[in-house]
């Protein structure tokens, strides 16, 4: 069996020579996809890390649906900035720190996540003022240049006065360890924001919204098929990409589930390669769908 494919990308045409099985496990698993407006996310994160460091730090919220693929995008820049150690003075450098926002806006919880993230013990029975002490001591030997907040929308589980004092405490981080903050969530998040007007300002949103038809969305679906290890090359016309809209609503993790559960079957089936009829259908497009809840 020849291994070139020339439909495919390098690194897709090498796993297109692999099993079936193996083929199968390799689409299930997360895999970052480029396209042109998480591209321009990259770009922007990059900006903001290079930032030199003043007084009063840029801040970027990165807002959309969820699905969009906002998490995908902070993990794959994460992954492109991992953490060092330097020999040297024996220290750990971590670029970018990740934490996911509390269900809540608890600040001594939040102070927790900071901690494990950094993957610094917890001390036994701490307050809020152990916790904060700590969490910036330990932020300003590792040197970020940039603190990320995931699920930033959660802020609406708590009171006005809870969310002020929560908002004003990211204030005081971005003002302390002097990085620029990136806070990322639903369109709840800049209700949120909005609430510390001081901090708000110091926001570029930057958004993702849902697909529709046109070049960029044909662009998205020719690197998925090009992406996918499938041994011939894919037909998928005009009417198949707007049904695919239609179907997910352009939420990315609704095309991306479709077109790896319809390479799956192509695999299964022995065709090995996806028609627009397989969209099109309602029968094979319902059972990668499945039933509604």
């Known amino acids: 069996m020849t291994t070139e ?25 997360d895999r970052w996809v480029s396209y042109p407006r998480a591209e321009v ?11 030199p460091e003043r007084a009063r730090m840029p801040n970027l919220l990165l807002v959309g649906e969820s699905g969009m693929g906002k998490t995908m995008i902070i993990e794959k820049f994460t992954r492109d900035h991992p953490s060092s150690f330097d020999d040297t003075t024996g220290r750990l450098h971590m670029p970018v720190v990740a934490v996911q926002m509390v269900s809540g806006p608890d600040e001594t919880r939040f102070y927790r996540r900071i901690l494990a993230a950094i993957g610094a013990p917890e001390p036994p029975r701490a307050t809020l003022a152990v916790l904060e002490s700590l969490a910036l001591r330990l932020l300003t030997e590792l040197r970020p240049h940039m603190l990320v907040i995931d699920e930033i929308h ?13 908002l004003n405490m990211l204030r005081f981080l971005g003002n302390e360890l002097r990085v620029p903050l990136v806070c990322v969530g639903t369109a709840q998040a800049r209700n949120a924001l909005r609430t510390d007007a001081q901090l708000v300002r110091r926001f ?12 960029d969305f044909t662009g998205l679906i020719s690197t998925l098929t090009r992406s996918l290890p ?13 049904r695919m809209i239609k179907v997910t609503g352009g939420i990315t993790s609704g095309i991306f589930a479709i077109m790896s559960q319809l390479a799956i079957a192509a695999i299964e089936s022995g065709e090995e390669r996806i028609l627009a009829r397989d969209i099109l259908g309602g029968d094979r497009l319902q059972a990668v769908l499945g039933e509604p809840v």
Do not use: C, M, N
Request: hydrophobic share 45%.
């Open 230 to 242: 499938l041994r011939r090359e894919s037909e998928i016309d005009e009417k198949a990409l707007l």
């Open 154 to 166: 959660s802020l609406q589980a708590g009171t006005i006065r809870e969310q002020a004092r929560f």
């Open 41 to 51: 996310a990259l770009a922007k994160l990059e900006t903001l890390l290079s930032f």
């Open 5 to 29: 494919f020339p439909h495919l990308y390098p690194g897709a045409g090498r796993i297109a020579a692999l099993s079936a099985q193996e083929r199968i496990l390799r689409i299930r698993a």
């Open 204 to 215: 570029e949103a930057f958004a993702l919204p849902p697909w529709q038809d046109g070049v």
